[in-house]
Nanobody, 120 residues
Framework: QVQLVESGGGSGQPGGSLRLSCLAS????????MAWYRQAAGKQREFVAV???????NIADSVKGRFTISMDDTKNTGILQMNNLKPEDTAVYFC??????????????WGQGTQVTVSS
């Protein structure tokens, strides 16, 4: 089985930075991609960013120019670097990866979520 653990959430000030990490563990053959989603209170979960193992990225317009995403498929980790934070970035952030375990087919896995709160 595969487990995802996010870390790095917490409180930040407007204009500040936070760095979220996601570590996948378990019987992993290959990590194909890592994405981040967020869900603010009372709202639907929304896409933030995705990176493929070949390096291509896609960033939501709402965070473009402020957030960057990266992954290291040799370490099964991913990073969401959040700069110039805004109060509207406040949400629970979830990492999502497409992984092929050593036995089985490629499957999408979700982390448990980490709270990010931006306020002055």
């Amino acid at each position: 089985q595969v487990q995802l653990v996010e870390s790095g959430g917490g409180s930040g000030q407007p204009g500040g930075s936070l760095r979220l990490s996601c570590l996948a563990s378990g019987t992993i053959e290959r990590m194909y991609s890592m994405a981040w989603y967020r869900q603010a209170a009372g709202k639907q979960r929304e896409f933030v960013a995705v990176v493929q193992s070949v390096g291509t990225t896609n960033i939501a317009d709402s965070v473009k120019g402020r957030f960057t995403i990266s992954m290291d498929d040799t370490k099964n980790t991913g990073i969401l670097q959040m700069n110039n934070l805004k109060p509207e970035d406040t949400a629970v952030y979830f990492c999502n990866t497409l992984i092929r375990p050593t036995s089985g087919t490629a499957t999408s896995y979700w982390g448990q979520g980490t709270q990010v709160t931006v306020s002055s």
